[in-house]
């Protein structure tokens, strides 16, 4: 290494907290779980009832919706309300917070239904590549 060589620009140093990646890591895995992307994206055309959601989400289990549901609510990006009905009634409706992350899951979603052709492809590409060794 050349002496002139020594003076690198370096950037200043920042500090680094430990809890505040586990505070974002514990966030993203709540917005990035499958199961969460749906609701947000069913409940981002207004509030639903738990069956409603439950019928247009295919796939999902009562138990993993409840889940679901019940940690959007702790995170405060969805409300549920309680009408006094026989049977009652409950729905779930995003908050301000939730219809903030509406728009970039709805558009992460738009992005995988404009790419699955792609995806797949190159899936298949993968697995044939790899079902050969």
Known sequence: MKPEHINVPVLPPSP??????????SILSR??????????????GGPL????????????????????LRGLERDG?????????????VDYELTDLGRGL???????GKWAFDHR?????????????NADR
């Open 77 to 89: 990006l969805v409300t549920r309300t309680i009408f006094p009905t026989i049977p009652p009634r």
């Open 16 to 25: 680094h907290l430990d809890g505040d990646c586990r505070g974002v890591a």
């Open 49 to 68: 009832r738990f069956n409603e959601l439950k019928r247009m989400i295919g796939g999902v289990s009562q138990r993993m919706l409840t889940l679901t």
């Open 102 to 108: 509406s728009k970039p899951v709805e558009t992460l």
């Open 117 to 129: 052709i792609e995806i797949e492809s190159a899936r298949a590409k993968f697995d044939g590549r």
């Open 31 to 44: 917005v990035g779980d499958k199961w969460t992307v749906f609701v947000i994206m069913m409940l981002g």
